[in-house]
């Protein structure tokens, strides 16, 4: 069975940072790329970062991109996500998804309970 667990949310002033980790189990990690998606109060998932099986490959959204970095440890089955210059736009509960493709995500796709990022001054 797919388990997955994130932590490292929390509460952050505008410009903060923060490092959410992922720790995977119930599969050969190293196989799958990995997601991370976000849901906003109010809306829908949104895609935010993907990395390749082998961390070869990284993919950001738009609205990320240049202010959160992807990477994952295949040896600690752990995939991780710094958010650099949060603004309050990045509040939202955060996920780690196993994925088939690093750039797009699924309903269907696994994913952990989440950890909360709230930015706020």
């Known amino acids: 069975e797919v388990h997955l667990v994130e932590s490292g949310g929390g509460l952050v002033q505008p410009g903060g940072s923060l490092t959410l980790s992922c720790a995977a189990s119930g599969f050969t990690f190293r196989e799958y790329p990995m997601i991370w998606v976000r849901q906003a109060p109010g809306k829908g998932l949104e895609w935010v970062s993907g990395?390749?099986?082998?961390?070869?490959?990284?993919a950001y959204a738009d609205s990320v991109k240049d202010r959160f970095t992807i990477a994952r440890d295949n040896d600690r089955n752990s995939v991780y996500l710094w958010l650099n210059n949060l603004t309050t736009e990045d509040t939202a509960t955060y996920y780690c998804?196993?994925?088939?493709?690093?750039?797009?995500?699924?309903?269907?796709?696994?994913r952990g309970q989440g950890t909360q990022v709230t930015v706020s001054s």
């Open positions: 990395i390749s099986n082998l961390g070869s490959r990284t």
């Open positions: 998804a196993k994925a088939t493709y690093y750039k797009t995500y699924h309903d269907d796709l696994p």
